[in-house]
């Protein structure tokens, strides 16, 4: 109701209005009114979801990254022409048959210049990495399947015989494959894996002695090439990891039988 400008409003001795009845009308000052404009911009919900989805991208394009990464090592390493690391060789398995370089192919293979290329003499080290080896077999096994061998190469030839290296690796695990070969064939691909190995000079028959050799394990793919090495320095998880996320990323035939 409108109040003629003369009409004068009471007000109490604080100087505030009073409510005042005219007629019908009672006379207040505006409740105050808080529109849409003062609302918060986001809400928590939202405020969370953009943040998850910030995480998530984050952790996509890492993946994304890594993978791509272990793809260009994997090509780095092919090289042209004859591989950088590994090559065409026969040897003799535990079980007194021919085994051949192509015999790896259709897996992968854990080829360790230290395990592998071992000797069965060894006091410590090669038992060691040998456990090592048969922990990452079972674990890239539980993962993927019947996707990988695992073959010790000896460097000591004059003493591991396949009888020998067959009796040594029954301690280890049952499915992995021991080679061994002549003093000529062994030396030939331990260079072609890029191997150390030195026994001592002059060692007479029946005298007992220790083979410096290199410690690293190599992963080798179905196509018979280098992709990555695994050291000391890698827990059995670790390297079964390595082996597993190359498995995980391999585009062509694999063998699982």
Known sequence: MAIDQCTTLPRNKSGDLKSTRIGQSTLLPPAPHFDDAFDPPFSIIAGVLFISTGIGLMAYFRHVKTKLERKRLA???????RPLVGGPFELVD????????????GKYALLPVQVYFGFTHC???CPEELDKMAAMMDLVHKSCGNTMRSIFISCDPARDTPAVVGSYLKDFHPDMIGLT?????IKAICKAYRVYFS????????????????????IMDPDGDF???VGRQHTAEQGAKLIID???NWTGTLDRS
């Open 94 to 105: 535990q079980n007194g048959k021919k085994f051949s370089s192509e015999d790896m192919k």
């Open 75 to 81: 090509e780095n390493t092919k090289g042209v022409g």
């Open 123 to 125: 006091p410590d080290i």
């Open 246 to 248: 190359h498995i995980k």
């Open 199 to 218: 026994t001592p000079p002059d060692v007479k028959p029946g005298q007992d002695y220790l083979v410096d050799h290199s410690i690293y394990f190599y």
């Open 181 to 185: 070969g002549t003093w000529e064939e």
């Open 227 to 229: 992709v990555e090495a």
